[in-house]
Each structure stands twice: as structure tokens, then as C-alpha cells.
Nanobody, 124 residues
Framework: QVQVVESGGGLVQAGGSLRLSCMYSGRAFGTIAMGWFRQAPGKEREFVST????????TYADSVKGRFTISRDNAKNTVYLQMHTLKPEDTAVYYC?????????????????WGQGTQVTVSS
């Protein structure tokens, strides 16, 4: 049974930092790609960042490039999203996606499982 649980969201002032975590249980963690997506009120879920099975390949949306860093610890079955220099437009529910492939993809329909999401609110 697959479980995906995000944590680490919260309220932060603009310019601040947060680190999101996503713990996964199910298929061997070292054989899956992971992704972070976000959804703001009234908007579609959008790609933020992805990481391949080994952590050697990462991708970022242009809007977060240089501010966010994705990483994974396969020994802990966990993927992280370190967010710096947060802006009010980063406010959204952040979701962790699990893809039963070694390589990543930027589209939500490429992911097989999702967590419940964690709220990130950035005040101006």
C-alpha cells in the first residue's frame, strides 16, 4: 500500500525560508521519481520541481529556479524541497507526487500517487 505524506508547510514572511518534506512508503524508493507541484486558489496544479530516482537529475520551474532546491534521501524514503527567498506568489498548497518510473516528468498526469498537500502561505 502506497502512502505519501507531506509536511513542513506554514506561514512565513516574504524573504523567509521553509523546508518541505515528503515521506513515501510502498514500492522501493530508489526506483521511483518524485515531484513537487503546487496549487493556488482558483488555479490549476502546476509543476514546481522534480527529481529522478537517483537524485542526479533535477528540474525546476522558471519561477522558482535559484530559490528552491529539491533533494532526496533514499535511506529515509524522503524527498525535500528547500525554499528560500519566498514570495507572496509562492502561496499555495504544495503536493508531492510519486511516479512509478526512474525518470521525471513535468505533468501532473505523469504521476501515479499524491499526498494530501501542505499549505505554504507567504505574507507580504
Amino acid at each position: 500500500q502506497v502512502q505519501v505524506v507531506e509536511s513542513g508547510g506554514g506561514l512565513v514572511q516574504a524573504g523567509g525560508s521553509l523546508r518541505l518534506s515528503c515521506m513515501y512508503s510502498g514500492r522501493a524508493f530508489g526506483t521511483i521519481a518524485m515531484g513537487w507541484f503546487r496549487q493556488a486558489p482558483g488555479k490549476e496544479r502546476e509543476f514546481v520541481s522534480t527529481i529522478n530516482w537517483s537524485g542526479t537529475t533535477t528540474t525546476y520551474a522558471d519561477s522558482v529556479k535559484g530559490r528552491f532546491t529539491i533533494s532526496r534521501d533514499n535511506a529515509k524514503n524522503t524527498v525535500y524541497l528547500q525554499m528560500h527567498t519566498l514570495k507572496p506568489e509562492d502561496t499555495a498548497v504544495y503536493y508531492c507526487g510519486v511516479r512509478n518510473e526512474l525518470i521525471t516528468g513535468p505533468k501532473t498526469d505523469q504521476y501515479d500517487y499524491w499526498g494530501q498537500g501542505t499549505q505554504v502561505t507567504v505574507s507580504s
